[in-house]
């Protein structure tokens, strides 16, 4: 497709259980993000992967939250454990070089 | 501690009419500013991407504007529209891009007729 991608748009789950948000990015973008965004609130950094480098995991917020990436492909974020903290939406962006960040419409998470 | 500012938090305008947007920041070593759309329940849009030799730069009715002297951005919109109805985001980026992208919070703007 043209545009980041990401699914589901949105997951309603019970505490305590664990989700997986995926996200495909655009084709040749080297770099992808994660972000996490409450309520009324700015992004929330998580984890950025760039290539094959190892990945920025300064952002995430507990061990409960990993983040994988193929190559440069799809990326899948995995919850466990979920809390209803966590309810948030989940942005997925990615961008090549320097040449800005393309974000996806979101994963909107509710825990009840 | 990196930190970006944007004011006012919320704005009402009449449809037609001009508003400026503003961000101020401490993020530092600076390498890039750049002002995001955020519509309800969509990811950000892309506006404009201002470097720091850059002072201005314009996508169609949209025009920001980078003092790097004062660390100080605003965001000028001429003749608004009601689909301009949207959250406006300044995010500013360290030096080595990548992650370190520091967030405003927004500003939520409101179009009405």
């Known amino acids: 497709g043209a545009g980041v991608s990401q699914s589901p748009s949105n997951k309603v789950t019970e505490k305590g259980k664990d989700v997986e948000l995926r996200c495909d990015p655009i084709s040749g973008h080297t770099a992808l993000y994660w972000y996490r965004q409450r309520l009324g609130q700015g992004l929330e950094f998580l984890i950025y992967f760039q290539g094959n480098s190892a990945p920025d995991k300064s952002g995430l917020p507990s061990d409960r939250f990993s983040a994988e990436r193929t190559g440069e492909s799809v990326s899948t974020l995995t919850i466990q454990r979920t809390q209803q903290e966590d309810s948030a939406v989940y942005l997925c962006?990615?961008?090549?070089?320097?040449?800005?960040?393309?974000f996806g419409p979101g994963t909107r998470l509710t825990v009840l | 501690k990196n930190q970006v500012e944007q004011s006012p938090q919320s704005l009402i305008i009449l449809e037609g009419k001009n508003c400026t947007l503003q961000?101020?920041?401490?993020?530092?070593?600076?390498?890039?500013l750049r002002w995001y759309k955020q519509d309800t329940g969509r990811g950000p849009v892309s506006l404009t991407i201002m470097t720091f030799s850059e002072n201005t730069k314009s996508n169609g009715r949209y025009t920001a504007t980078l003092d790097a002297d004062t660390k100080q951005s605003s965001l000028h919109i001429t003749a608004s529209q009601l689909s301009d109805s949207a959250s406006y985001i300044c995010?500013?980026?360290?030096?080595?891009?990548?992650?370190?992208?520091?967030f405003g919070t927004g500003t939520q703007l409101k179009v009405e007729l």
């Open positions: 995010v500013v980026s360290s030096t080595g891009g990548g992650n370190k992208l520091t």
């Open positions: 961000c101020n920041y401490t993020v530092s070593p600076f390498s890039n």
């Open positions: 962006a990615s961008s090549f070089k320097r040449q800005g960040e393309f």
